[in-house]
């Protein structure tokens, strides 16, 4: 099921947007909706996207995330749109942490995320113009247990999205956060396979003992949420910035699985 489309007002027409983590889930549905809205779009993720024109970033390596933009600026002459996508989930407690696994994940979701801002932001400054979505997780305000590099990653993602855009917004520059709950990813899938398995339980149940926490009974369609990034990417947002829109469905519990 896809939202509908009004092709009389294309709201990203003539605009030129770069999506990061646009491999699979989010990002590649973000992708999708900006065509369709006549954007002008570089997907780029690890690994590369699907499409001739896609590229491949590891947003770990900022030589690649400063390649990409420049390759984005070649193309099309510009970047009037920013969406931030890549991330990586693994399971921990605070009392437990292993140094590689917080650091991969901030590197993926907190530290990449500010690589490609701190790329684009000057060419968005110098133009006086442009829009910054970057994608953090309702577990940045929900945290549950199992969740804590990647919570903490997400809250990061959230505090830097308010301070670029306090600092920047004088100058044309909006930045927001998208905290989505759950969503029908590929990332998702793994986490309903790893609950089954530390429950001992069917990836069937584990679904449904998920949604159950869920005021809409479902988890989001990655459409959905594209939509939701499509709103802050377009100037029927003008007057919105620093905002953190949670789009969970209604979930009022840890946006965790391990909480279970």
């Not at 945290?143 to 993602?157: E, F, L, P």
């Not at 069937?204 to 005021?215: D, F, K, N, P, W």
């Not at 479902?218 to 620093?242: H, I, K, N, Q």
Request: net charge neutral; glycine share 8%; hydrophobic share 50%.
């Amino acid at each position: 099921m896809n939202l509908a489309i009004d092709t009389a007002r294309l709201r990203l027409q003539n605009k030129v947007a770069l999506v990061c983590g646009a491999a699979s889930g989010i990002g590649e549905a973000v992708v999708q909706r900006f065509v369709q809205e006549g954007a002008r779009v570089v997907a780029a993720g690890w690994p590369q996207p699907a499409g001739d024109a896609a590229l491949r970033c590891d947003v770990t390596d900022d030589a690649q995330v400063r390649s990409l933009v420049a390759t984005a600026l070649q193309r099309h002459g510009r970047i009037d749109v920013l969406v931030n996508a890549a991330g990586v989930i693994a399971a921990d407690d605070a009392g437990t942490i292993d140094d590689a696994l917080w650091s991969r994940q901030h590197e993926v979701n907190l530290a990449g995320t500010m690589r490609t801002m701190r790329a684009v932001l000057p060419h968005m400054l110098a133009r006086g113009s442009g829009a910054i979505v970057n994608i953090a997780s309702v577990a940045a305000f929900n945290a549950g247990a199992g969740s804590a590099s990647y919570a903490a990653s997400k809250a990061g993602v959230v505090a830097l999205t308010r301070s670029a855009a306090m600092a920047y917004g004088g100058q044309g520059v909006r930045v927001n956060a998208l905290c989505p709950g759950w969503v029908a990813t590929p990332m998702a899938e793994r986490e309903m396979q790893e609950l089954a398995l530390a429950l001992g339980i069917s990836e069937q149940e584990a679904h449904q003992r998920t949604v159950a926490r869920i005021a809409l009974q479902r988890m989001a369609r990655p459409d959905e949420m594209a939509a939701v990034c499509l709103f802050l990417a377009c100037d029927e947002s003008s007057f919105v910035t620093g905002a953190a829109l949670v789009a969970d469905g209604g979930t009022r519990v840890p946006a965790a699985m391990r909480a279970i």
